[in-house]
């Protein structure tokens, strides 16, 4: 297998709004569109796109090591017998590889994989909808509920408690009784500091709590969500009940496939989330989502705030997680 590089193109795309962290204020995403072919199968595409907070490597830095990459690039192993539990650059902790080039080259890895191999043409999908506790949070639930969803991520620990717990009481109000919750905290709020909002929410009705802080103190016994690298902390030991978030600019496709090898995780257990991720990095998700058998809704928010794509026209997904999308 011989893969060589047939297009880099690199895109600046504004946000509807701007993007803080820490101190920095983001205005655009910079993404890296790879056009690649892999001998005997065509060209594929890979979206590379770090992001500050969850990158530590910049846009430039990753350009110029998917330049380099594709220079030294020499035969592969057949794409046919690949193992997709194995890290595509070789060890988790190879040096040289930035998290989120590791992660772009295992989509083009496994996209080749997929062309290799039939698969369904059409794959159905649920979302959650992104919800702040904002004193104007109606609007955003009305428009949220009437395009169909109905699992919705609630991000806590950003305003006061008083203006979020009005907040969530009338989200709830407004929501029909089949509805489902997430809490992010974002480590903003441990889960005893949530119980006053955990009360508001009936217990079925609450799938689990991303990123809460100290989340091995856990007096509430809900269900947790860990990143990747809590997942293994020694100090945490995920239950049965709890959630992995998939972020592939961190966390790329082969480690998942190894903890499920492995008997560390289960795919029910699995939620993906997207990072200001174009259509190029979603359709890969989805069909991560399909090959494994993801049952969770993914988290593709923040697509919104993107007011524009990196490759072709944009994705409904609204529409397209009723009707299918072809994959």
């Known amino acids: 297998m011989k893969i060589s590089l047939v297009q880099l193109k690199t895109s600046k795309i504004p946000l509807t709004q701007p993007y803080k962290h820490l101190d920095d204020l983001h205005r655009d995403r910079v993404v890296h ?11 594929f595409k890979a979206e590379i796109s770090p992001f500050p907070g969850i990158n530590s490597e910049s846009s430039e830095m990753a350009r110029t090591q998917i330049n380099r990459i594709f220079a030294s690039f020499h035969e592969w192993e057949p794409i046919e017998t690949w193992d997709l ?67 919705f991520k609630i991000k ?9 717990l009005r907040a969530l009481e009338g989200i709830v109000r407004q929501c029909p009784d089949d509805s489902i919750f997430r809490f992010d905290a974002n480590l903003q709020l441990s889960l ?19 990123e809460p802080k100290n989340p091995q103190v856990n007096p509430t016994g809900v269900s947790i969500a860990f990143d990747e ?48 991720d174009t259509s190029v990095g979603l359709l890969s998700y989805l069909k991560f989502a399909r090959y494994i058998g993801i049952s969770q809704a993914h988290g593709f928010g923040p697509y919104r705030s993107l007011m524009g794509d990196a490759d072709s026209q944009r994705l409904d997904l609204e529409t397209l997680s009723k009707t299918g999308v072809s994959l």
């Open 156 to 164: 806590v620990g950003r305003f006061d408690s008083d203006t979020e």
């Open 192 to 210: 005893r500091q949530l119980t006053p909002y955990l009360e508001l929410i009936p217990r079925h009705r609450l799938s689990y709590v991303e």
């Open 85 to 151: 539990s194995r890290p595509f650059f070789g060890a988790f902790s190879y040096p040289e590889v930035y998290d989120s080039v590791r992660g772009g080259f295992e989509q083009l890895l496994f996209e080749a994989y997929l062309a290799a191999r039939s698969q369904p043409k059409t794959y159905k999908f649920s979302m959650a909808g992104l919800l702040t506790l904002s004193e104007n949070y109606s609007d955003t639930i009305e428009s949220q509920l009437a395009s169909g969803l109905r699992c």
């Open 229 to 276: 690298s809590q997942w293994i902390a020694p100090n945490l030991l995920p239950k049965k009940q709890d959630f992995l978030i998939v972020k592939i600019q961190r966390m790329p496709y082969s480690r998942v496939f190894s903890w499920l090898k492995r008997g560390q995780l289960r795919s029910d257990q699995i939620v993906l989330s997207s990072c200001f």
């Open 33 to 43: 569109l790879v056009t690649a072919n892999v001998s005997g199968l065509g060209d």
